[in-house]
């Protein structure tokens, strides 16, 4: 089994900053991109940003310049620092990692639970 927890989100006012942090464990053999997506109220879970295992990073043009994506992989943890926070990035946060479990030839992509960040005067 492979658990990703996610902490770090609450509430901010806008041009605030958080940092998130989703770890991953269990029975991991290795851990391939991981990435940051969200989900607002009556809108489709969408991409922030992903990175590889390597350090190449991707970014959602709405976010770029403001959140800034990184990970450690001794502790197969990913980051989300985010500056500037607007209104529109209200959502829940949700971590994905793409894993190889321990004794598969696959891997498999995770979900963490979510943490909800809320930019509110």
């Known amino acids: 089994q492979v658990q990703l927890v996610e902490s770090g989100g609450g509430l901010v006012q806008p041009g605030g900053s958080l940092k998130l942090s989703c770890a991953a464990s269990?029975?991991?053999?290795?851990?391939?991109?991981m990435g940051w997506y969200r989900q607002a109220p009556r809108w489709q879970r969408e991409l922030v940003a992903t990175i590889t295992r390597g350090g190449s990073t991707n970014y959602a043009d709405s976010v770029k310049g403001r959140f800034t994506i990184s990970r450690d992989n001794a502790k197969n943890t990913v980051y989300l620092q985010m500056n500037s926070l607007k209104p529109e990035d209200t959502a829940v946060y949700y971590c994905?990692?793409?894993?190889?479990?321990?004794?598969?030839?696959?891997?498999?992509?995770?979900w963490g639970q979510g943490t909800q960040v809320t930019v509110s005067s």
């Open positions: 269990g029975s991991i053999f290795s851990v391939n991109a």
């Open positions: 994905n990692a793409d894993t190889i479990p321990t004794g598969s030839y696959y891997s498999y992509g995770y």
